[in-house]
């Protein structure tokens, strides 16, 4: 984990995004193997059943939910680390375990007819949300303001001020890139509720 620290942004976030999908997908497999009757006789639900209101309001409401997940992981990873952890990992390895078993077990609002329906969809939307989480993670993950060597935190080894946080440019490409994954996320999402 301590290389995460050492690697440039693009390496750390393609790092954390695979780490992130392996994760992902194993728990997938085993909610998918522990909850077989969640995918057997399930009814067809048309897709927009799961919206309420118009395309702008579900938009909003797609994009505020995963801003929050987002920022939560943003800020669990600038306010603290100890040692190689910082609670922005922990939010992010938590999003891992939610998604998969909730897809495994077919745990949506509006559950899937099929296991291939749900990848379809999950390759349509999920993708891009979990990358933005990924993203969110792998560009904050050294900006830590308080660091100490180890939890709970005795005295803090190194602490910073905001004016300390600086943003190189590949940072900021990532960031773009990460907020542009959540944008077309949510417009894809939205759209196939409300269709």
């Given at each position: 984990m301590e290389y995460l620290y050492r690697t440039n942004p693009v390496r750390r976030t393609?790092?954390?995004?695979?780490?992130?999908?392996?994760?992902?997908w194993s728990v997938f497999l085993v909610s998918f193997l522990t909850h077989p009757g969640a995918w057997q006789n399930v009814p067809?639900?048309?897709?927009?059943s799961g919206a309420e209101g118009s395309f702008v309001a579900t938009l909003v409401?797609?994009?505020g939910r995963n801003l929050v997940v987002c920022l939560l992981i943003v800020v669990g990873n600038i306010f603290l680390r100890f040692g190689w952890f910082t609670p922005g990992l922990a939010i992010l390895f938590f999003q891992g375990l939610t998604i998969g078993w909730m897809a495994g077990s077919n745990g949506f609002e509006v559950p899937f007819a099929t296991v291939a329906a749900a990848n379809l969809q999950y390759l349509r939307i999920g993708l891009w949300e979990t990358t933005a989480y990924a993203v969110a993670?792998?560009?904050?993950?050294k900006k830590s303001l308080f660091m100490?060597?180890?939890f709970p935190a005795k005295t803090w080894d190194e602490q910073r001020?905001?004016?300390?946080?600086?943003?190189?440019?590949?940072e900021k490409a990532l960031l773009l890139v990460g907020s542009l994954a959540l944008?077309?996320?949510?417009i894809i999402e939205a759209w196939f509720l409300v269709s």
């Open positions: 393609f790092l954390l995004w695979v780490g992130f999908q392996l994760l992902l067809a639900v048309p897709s927009g409401y797609i994009l993670c792998g560009v904050t993950l100490a060597r180890s001020s905001w004016s300390d946080l600086t943003w190189e440019p590949g944008l077309v996320a949510a």
